[in-house]
Structure formats: C-alpha cells, structure tokens
C-alpha cells in the first residue's frame, strides 16, 4: 500500500500527540493547520512539515492528503469533521465527537453514508490489560455481573486560577468533566462488560465559581490571574446507572482532585470474581477471587489473551502507556483504512454512542430524575 498521507488540524498538545503516532504508523505528515496562518507556519517549522495550511478549506482540497485528524477546541468538530468526509477523506476527530448530540448523529451518518474510515481516540482501550479484561469477562470467568463502579480523577484545574477554552460551554460544550473524561470511563466499562448503560440518574457541581481569566493550555502550570470570571461548567459529577441487563454502575468524575493526576479507575464485580484497573498503574489488571483470594496480572507479551499480547509492544518490565495506547489507535484505524477490520477500533458509532450518554446525563443533571438513556 502506498503510503497514507495525513494532515493535522489543531497544533496544541493533542495534535502532538497524534504527529508522533502518526509518524511511527508509517504516514507522512502532509501539514497542519493552527488557529492562525502564524500559528500554522509555526507549529510546521517546529513539527518540520512541509505545509501550513491557511483553514480546513486548504487541508481538504491538497490531493496528497487521505486522511485528516481533527484535533481542535470541541465545538470546531462538527464543521471540520463534516467538510473532510464531503470531500472524501478519512477522519480521526477528538472526542466528543461533536457538542451536541445532533450534530454527532450527522457525523455518524455522514461517515456511514461516504463508507468512510471515521474514528474517535477512545484510545483507553488499547491499554493491553484493559484487553485481557474484557476476554475475562466474553469467556465467562467473572460469572454474570453484579456491580460496576469505578471514578476519573483529575487535579489540574484544582486552582482557580488555572482555565482552558474547555471551561468554555461555548467552546467545550454543555458538560465540561463529564462529557471531556466521564466520556471515557462510560466508552471503556461498556465496551469491556458487554453491559449498555439504560438509564441514568446524575448530579452536577461547580465548586470553584470563579476562575482566572486567562486561558492556559491543558495540564499547564497556572500563572497569577489579575481578573476573575465566573464558571457556568461543572467542575465534578456523579452518575448512577442501571444496565439493560439491570447491573448497577456508579461513576464519580472531577478535575478539581489534588494528586490524582489522569486516575480512571474502575472495578466490575461478577458472581465468580472481579477485575479492576487503574490507569496511573496501567501494568496491572486485579483479579478478585473466591474465597478471600486475589492476583495480579502482569502486562507483557507472554501470556493472557491474544489481543493483550498483541498490544504488548515491550517486554514485561518495560512500562508501556498512554502514549503507545494512543499510537496503537492510530496505527489500527490506518489498518482499517487498508481494508483490515482491527478488534476493538473506536469509530464515529461509538462517538455517537458517547454523546448519546452525555445528553441522557446532563438532562439527567438537570431534572434530578432518572433518565432513559436508549
């Protein structure tokens, strides 16, 4: 096959992320796009690419170009995601896929409608003991379910002063935490349980009212903020759902936690045993047993499941990541625009999955009631 040529959208950090997985995948980096000519002129010299595209319109027309990552503030997604597929391109969008869920069912439809490779980095999937997980569960070691519970946790928007354009509801969305990293811990539990959340009773909080008004990228150390502004978006949440198969699952998500840095954490509980993850010590899957008994499964390419090993790119011992869950992502969706069909590869479906979720939460925040979610 000849070599995929990709552009990227958004040069923040995001978009760093996807040029280096992007690069290892074997695609060349055609250019990029930044929120100004200056900026992409910039973000090209440092990335060393050989085009900084002026907008979307200058990605989507370059024939060199096959595949496009949207890697922008949210509410961008919709507009750049839906002039990629039009012009027949492959699409890699950020998630959420989209801040409404109106404008992620076009998505999906669109992309369905094209046969286009569309795919959203749900990319927690790819962490080689979240695989053995899953297996445990599809071959029945757990027994039916009886309990999911589990939390994301943050801490870097702990200070007011810090802000980002995702405190934004005009930029983010409606929902800050919960549709940024809650997100994730609903795509991952229902995708590893087999189990589809069918309703859901939530709460919202924003315990920090006013922030600095300076803007910083994610994760950045904050700097003294003179002027204050008032926050609308939640900084915490808490959901309650009830599975079509009636298990019970609890989520607690926050970007105001101090010392839990990128903490998603979860544990499903079954009639025979228990599995449970962390992924600020994503070596190691617990496994809960009978009789007072437990064990620890080791990540490594050696032993478990056949997709565990497959994504067991180093050695036991040698700790693998974020980053190699994010470069087996990309390498998967370019395998799938080959024409493979990789186990496990998050599309624009799962995206409006997502934000199905997400809509059902926040009317869920909202009314104080239980909510179906379909």
């Known amino acids: 096959m000849p070599t995929l040529g990709i552009a990227i959208v958004g040069a923040g950090m995001i978009g ?29 010299q440092s990335w060393n690419v050989a085009r900084a595209y002026r907008d979307i319109e200058e990605v989507i027309t370059d024939p060199q170009v096959q595949v496009v990552h949207v890697c922008t503030p949210n509410h961008l997604h919709r507009a750049m995601a839906q002039a990629a597929l039009e012009a027949g391109k492959h699409v890699i969008c950020e998630k959420p896929l989209a801040t409404s869920l109106e404008d992620a069912q076009a998505l999906a439809a669109l992309a369905a409608s094209r046969g286009l490779v569309a795919t959203v980095p749900f990319v927690y999937r790819y962490h080689p003991v979240v695989r053995e997980a899953r297996a445990r569960i599809a071959q029945g070691d757990l027994g039916p379910l009886h ?4 939390s994301y946790l943050q801490d870097w928007l702990l200070d007011p002063a810090s802000n980002n354009w995702r405190v934004d509801p005009a930029l983010g969305g409606t929902s800050r935490v919960f549709a940024d990293i809650g997100s994730h811990w609903c795509d991952l539990v229902e995708w590893i349980s087999g189990e589809r959340f069918a309703e859901v009773s939530a709460a919202f909080s924003t315990v ?4 600095g008004a300076v803007s910083g990228q994610s994760f950045s150390t904050p700097t003294a903020a003179s002027t204050m502004q008032p926050v609308t978006s939640e900084d915490v949440a808490a959901a309650m759902f009830r599975t079509g198969a009636g298990t019970l699952a609890s989520l607690t998500v926050s970007q105001v936690s101090a010392g839990r840095h990128n903490r998603l954490w979860f544990e499903i509980d079954g009639a025979k045993a ?47 990541g974020y980053a190699q869950c994010f470069e ?25 999955r997502s934000a199905q979720i997400v809509d059902r939460v926040i009317a869920s925040a909202r009314s104080r009631a239980w909510t179906t979610i379909g």
């Open 274 to 320: 228990s599995v449970a993850f962390n992924q600020e010590d994503a070596e190691r899957l617990w496994i809960g047993l009978p009789d007072q008994r437990e064990k620890i499964f080791v990540r490594g390419p050696g032993a478990g499941s056949d997709d565990q090993r497959r994504l067991s790119v180093l050695p036991a011992g040698h700790a693998q």
């Open 328 to 352: 087996a992502f990309v390498a998967d969706t370019y395998r799938a625009i080959e024409g493979e069909r990789p186990q496990g590869l998050p599309t624009f479906e799962d995206g409006l």
């Open 147 to 150: 309990l999911i519970h589990g």
């Open 208 to 211: 920090i009212a006013e922030r």
């Open 16 to 44: 760093a992320v996807h040029r280096r997985a992007a690069l290892l995948a074997g695609a060349e980096v055609r250019g990029v796009a930044a929120s100004s000519p200056q900026r992409s002129h910039e973000a090209a």
